[in-house]
């Protein structure tokens, strides 16, 4: 179920797919929505974002339009930074056509406005 590019990342980094986050994947395919609850450092952050991740990798690059994909809300800024941080590895890695922006409440407002026109 997970597309060879990211099975060869996890191989790279010596990790297997944990079962919750090739549920996660299998369940996203099917269309069903999910509650993940799994232990800190369980791998949740991958686990949430592999669908979206794998969904931008396979789509054909005339189809890849600079349009929001997906939009994680998080009710702390460390939360969104730290989300943020665990995903700028993966998508570096494997070269996904993906980019991860951050806002807040005190975010400039030319960092808004770019937001706004991509």
């Given at each position: 179920?997970?597309?060879?590019l ?10 297997t ?5 090739l ?45 929001l ?36 409440g005190?975010c ?11």
């Amino acid at each position: 179920m997970l597309p060879l590019l990211f099975q060869n990342w996890f191989a790279a980094r010596g990790w297997t797919v944990r079962p919750h986050q090739l549920a996660l994947v299998e369940a996203a395919a099917r269309g069903e929505s999910v509650l993940l609850v799994a232990p800190t450092g369980g791998g949740k952050t991958l686990a949430g974002f592999l669908p979206t991740l794998i969904d931008l990798a396979e789509r054909p690059k005339r189809s890849r339009a600079r349009t929001l994909h997906t939009l994680y809300i998080s009710p702390l800024k460390a939360l969104a930074v730290d989300v943020a941080r665990n995903l700028d590895a993966p998508v570096a890695e494997m070269d996904l056509p993906v980019s991860i922006e951050t806002r807040t409440g005190d975010c400039v407002s030319s960092k808004q406005l770019g937001q706004l026109r991509a």
